[in-house]
Structures are given as structure tokens and as C-alpha cells.
């Protein structure tokens, strides 16, 4: 059976992670390099186990692999090797390596290179900028090419013989500084890493929340929970009113078509992709009278588009667009729709599902505008809201309950249940992103995705200048199937977009960035895919080759003899 748990990098920290070192220590060191004698136990205790700083590798409550680092002298490397300190650079803080060793069926590189990542990491937040290690003469090559350096005569016992080797901070290049966590259960038991556009994968804090208590829409304690959560909510897009409904983003769309209706005037409804079509489906399900504006999938719209609809069709009096189409990532231009919407006395109306809380958005002006929880603002899906620029009045003549705006504001926004667990959800998830720093930071993260998916020979639709940084679309090739490779990475816990049916059809897949995602987990995601890619290939290629084999003039005919 094939693990659906996602590999975490860190610091071990606790008793039974110790146990798994002392396990791992004993498979590696006692049966496979035959460096200690055997016992009973199977177990493995380091003699400097105390001073060891133990980065691992877990999945679970598994431990895949490990590597000690140890700065308190004489090292074990001094006691083999005299003058240690004349074989190394002068002027080095220095620290010792030692006890890498990775679970056998783990060894395809995705934990070896985490691991030694987090060392980098860990050794660079210490000062130090030196490692010494005695290296197995089986994997010297791979020692070298990650840039050790071989010093000194071989040590160790004739039937495990050792290479010194010490390797610099700046011969594996410097990354941004990261802190590397203490691996504790409640942080290493997630079963996976969602790169989904939802549900997303959500902080400590908002799992904690939502499993507080429930407490009674109608209470004061829930009220001024909410009205706070409203502030939170308006203050983060810069908008006047907004309503939260129990449900999808399909809901909240479905009340502005409900909203729309009451406007009895033509509109203009925009799409480049499959939720711009949706729109669409909306409009007609609520029979308005609109008018369709259609460019291809992982395109832009321009003003001169717009204003070429517009007057076409000088009766239109609202235009509904997507910002961020979640099928290509493409992020339509909002300030151009706003100023095209004024210039021509429209009511701009979008669709901002996939867009508020993963790139920075300002509704002044807009009329009305839908979001969801579950995406972008990174807390748990089943809350949708609409953002509203104006006071609405109830409808009761002309809209059902639920969709009717102007009854949720008359009723304080609370009209009917309202899920509190939700709800407290959201709130910490607003109230924990610090909002500027997190968007510069998706910004980098899918600046370095991208160009590590090309280096891949990957084609990414669209152009990164006019795409959500949070959204990330790739055109498979042909000996690739996004279905297959979905699966896979599903396997190893990593969830990418690869279901809907659009992407199906397209024979793509997607990465998304709109939860808790760190650096860690997303350079694990690409080595996995990296591999994945290659292997699916190199099947694919296999299969046809031995399918021009089986059709060759002759080999046919001999076949059919059979």
C-alpha cells in the first residue's frame, strides 16, 4: 500500500523520533555497512547522542532518513584522523556531519536532498559554514558532486573504510534564510500538503478554532465575533459592505445573478476560461439580458475589447468578469475594468474567488463582488461572501430567501445559521496573515516554481506578467498524462489539480499556492514531480518503441503467423 502522508523535514525533538534514530542507526551502520556489531535490540545509540542535533526525514509517524550535526570538539573525526584542523580551511566555524542515512525504499532523492537542504538551512542559522564528514567510498561520487571536498588518508576499519571530506556554506550556494522546526506528532501527522485551489492546506491556529465549540448564531458572543470578522473581511479589500453566506462560491455568484436581476437592464458578462463560462451559466439560469464577450483561454482582456462591446451594445448598464481565472491563473486587469466601467457609467461585478487573499485586491467602486474562505484566505470551504458597495433593501417579491442580499443586510447580516466553527476559522486566518508580506512572498515562491517547471521543458499558460501568483497551470506533454501523474503525486501526498474536467480534457495540471505552504514543501513537491515526469516518460517511450517494434515491415507478418 502506498503512503498518502507527505514527507516533513525538521529538527527532531521527541522520544519517539529519537527511538526511530537509534532504529535507522542500527539498519544503516550494523547490517548495511557493518561499521558496529550486532545485538538484539536492534538498535543503534550514538556515543555522542547527547550533542547530536539530529535533521530528519519523516512521513507520518515514519522515519525516512537522517543526518547529525555535532560542533563540540574533539569530533569523532579528530580521534581518527591527526591534525585534523591542517587539512581545512583556516578561519571556518566548524561543525561535523555525520549519521546520514536514508530508509532503502526512500532513497530516490526527493529525502537525501530535503535532508541535506534543512542541513544547509539549520548550519547556516548556527554560523556555521564548515562540515566535515567521513563519507562511504560507495557514494564518493555523490559526495563530490555536491561539492565535498576529499582530504587526508582513508579511516575506519578495514571492512568499512571512510573518506574525510568537509564541505563550505558557499560551495551549496546561499538560499534565504529559513528556521527549521522542531518535529513534534501534531506537526508531522497531516496527511498531505494541498496544492489545490481548495480546499488548501490551513494554519495550527485555524484547525484549532474550528474545532472549538460551537456556539449559537444567535448569541452575543458569536455576534461580536461576526461583526468583527465583517471588519476584517472589508477592510482587507477596501470595501463598504460585506455579506457571508453558508455555502460555495456557486452561492454567492448565484446571489449577484439575483442581485442583477433586480437592475431589469442589459450587461455585459466577460470570459476567457472556464469560470468565466460559469458566469455565463449563471446569467442565463437567472434569465438577465447580457451580452457575451469571449477570448481565448490564457488571454487578457483589453480596454479596446471592452469599449468595442460597449458600444456595440450602448443599452448595457453592468459588466461581470473574473479577476482571477482559476483554470489558466490568468488575473484579469482590475484597474482596467474599474476606470472602462466608470468611463462608461457601468456597474462593475466580479467574481473574485481565487483572487482576494492570494493577490492584494481593491473593490472601491465595485458593485458587487464574490469570495469563498476556503481558497486565498486559507481557512476551511463552506463559507462564500459578497462584497457590496452600496446599502441594499430586501426583495421578497422578487428573490428567494436565501439569495436575497438586502434581507441578510436587514437582518444584521445574520439572518439564518451560521456555522460558528466556520466562522472562528476564518476569523484567525484573517487576522494571522500579515497581508504585504505574505503576497511578496507567494510572489517569490511562484517566481522560482516557474522557472523550475521550465527548466523541466514544461509549458506554463500564459505569460507571468498577467498571471495570479497564486495559480499556476502546466500543459503537459503528450507522453505525460495529467490523470496518471495526478495520481501519483496523490500517492505521496502532494494534491495538485488534475480532476476537473477542463484539465482533463487539456491534459493539464495545476499548482497552487493560496494555503499554508512553505519553501520546504514546495521544493519537495518539485523534486517529486521532477522524477515522476521522468519515469512517466521514460515508460511512455518504452510503450512506443515497443509498439514500432511489434509494426516493423516483416515483424507483422510474423506475428500474425502465430
Known amino acids: 500500500m502506498k503512503s498518502t502522508t507527505a514527507q516533513t ?68 573525526l579528530d580521534q581518527k584522523l591527526a591534525n585534523l584542523d591542517s587539512y581545512l580551511p583556516p578561519g571556518r566555524s566548524v561543525c561535523e556531519i555525520r549519521l546520514l542515512a536514508v530508509e532503502p525504499n526512500s532513497r530516490s532523492g526527493v529525502v537525501f536532498h530535503g535532508i541535506l537542504r534543512a542541513l544547509h538551512d539549520y548550519c547556516r542559522a548556527q554560523g556555521y559554514n564548515l562540515g566535515v564528514v567521513s563519507g562511504t567510498l560507495r557514494q564518493l561520487k555523490l559526495y ?236 476551511f470551504p463552506g463559507l462564500s461572501m459578497v462584497f457590496h458597495e452600496n446599502e441594499l433593501t430586501p426583495a ?23 456555522s460558528s466553527n466556520s466562522l472562528y476559522a476564518l476569523r484567525a486566518a484573517l487576522e494571522r496573515r500579515s497581508v504585504d508580506s505574505h503576497f511578496t512572498r507567494v510572489a517569490q515562491l511562484a517566481s522560482w516554481l516557474r522557472a523550475e517547471l521550465r527548466t523541466m521543458g514544461l509549458r506554463i499558460i500564459g505569460k507571468d506578467k498577467h498571471l495570479s501568483p497564486a495559480v499556476t497551470t502546466v500543459a503537459l506533454p503528450p507522453t505525460v498524462s495529467s490523470r496518471t501523474l495526478g495520481k501519483e503525486l496523490d500517492d505521496t501526498g502532494y494534491f495538485l489539480g488534475y480532476m476537473s474536467g477542463y484539465l482533463l480534457e487539456r491534459n493539464w495540471l495545476q499548482i497552487c499556492l493560496m494555503g499554508e505552504i512553505s519553501e520546504l514543501e514546495l521544493r519537495s513537491l518539485v523534486e517529486v514531480l521532477r522524477r515522476a515526469i521522468t519515469e512517466q516518460s521514460s515508460r511512455s517511450g518504452t510503450q512506443q518503441r515497443h509498439l514500432l517494434k511489434q509494426t516493423e515491415p516483416g515483424r507483422a507478418a510474423n506475428s500474425s503467423s502465430w
Not at 9 to 33: C, M, P, Q
Not at 265 to 278: H, K, Q, T
Not at 399 to 407: A, E, F, K
Request: proline share 5%; aromatic share 8%; hydrophobic share 45%.
Open 9 to 76: 523535514f525538521g529538527i527532531a525533538s521527541e522520544d519517539w523520533l529519537f527511538e526511530a534514530i537509534h532504529r535507522l542507526n542500527y539498519k544503516t551502520f550494523v547490517e548495511e555497512i557493518l561499521q558496529h556489531r550486532a545485538n538484539p535490540d536492534k538498535r543503534l545509540v550514538d556515543r555522542f547522542h547527547h550533542e547530536n542535533t539530529y535533521i530528519v526525514c519523516v512521513r507520518g509517524d515514519c522515519l525516512l532518513g537522517m543526518v547529525a550535526v555535532r560542533a563540540v570538539r574533539p569530533f569523532s
Open 144 to 379: 563530490r558532486h555536491l561539492g565535498f571536498v576529499p582530504f587526508g588518508p582513508l579511516v575506519g576499519a578495514d571492512d568499512a573504510k571512510f573518506q574525510p571530506m568537509y564541505i563550505t556554506l558557499e560551495a551549496v550556494g546561499l538560499r534565504p534564510e529559513r528556521k527549521i522546526p522542531r518535529l513534534r506528532k501534531e506537526n508531522v501527522s497531516k496527511s498531505c500538503v494541498s496544492f489545490l485551489p481548495g480546499p488548501v492546506t490551513t494554519s495550527a491556529i485555524v484547525r484549532q478554532r474550528f474545532g472549538d465549540l460551537p456556539r449559537s448564531h444567535r448569541s452575543e458572543s458569536f455576534r461580536a465575533e461576526f461583526k468583527a470578522t465583517k471588519r476584517l473581511l472589508c477592510d482587507l479589500v477596501n470595501a463598504n459592505h460585506a455579506e457571508i453566506l453558508m455555502g460555495s462560491g456557486t452561492l454567492a455568484n448565484d446571489a449577484i445573478a439575483a442581485q442583477l436581476s433586480l437592475l431589469s437592464a442589459p450587461g455585459l458578462v466577460l470570459s476567457n476560461g472556464e469560470f468565466g463560462e460559469r458566469l455565463i451559466d449563471h446569467a442565463r439560469r437567472f434569465r438577465l439580458s447580457f451580452e457575451i464577450l469571449r477570448i481565448n483561454w490564457g488571454e487578457i482582456f483589453h480596454a479596446s475589447q471592452i469599449q468595442e462591446a460597449i458600444a456595440r451594445h450602448p443599452e448595457i448598464r453592468w459588466l461581470w468578469a473574473v479577476h482571477c481565472e482559476t483554470s489558466t491563473g490568468i488575473l484579469n486587469d482590475l484597474a482596467m475594468l474599474q476606470d472602462v466601467c466608470a468611463t462608461n457609467d457601468l456597474l462593475v461585478n466580479l467574481d473574485c474567488i481565487s483572487s482576494i487573499g492570494a493577490v492584494a485586491v481593491d473593490l472601491n467602486g465595485v458593485y458587487l463582488a464574490s469570495a469563498v474562505s476556503g481558497k486565498g484566505l486559507a481557512a
Open 396 to 418: 421578497p417579491a422578487a428573490l428567494p430567501r436565501y439569495l436575497d442580499l438586502g434581507y441578510y443586510e436587514s437582518n444584521d447580516g445574520i439572518p439564518f445559521t451560521i
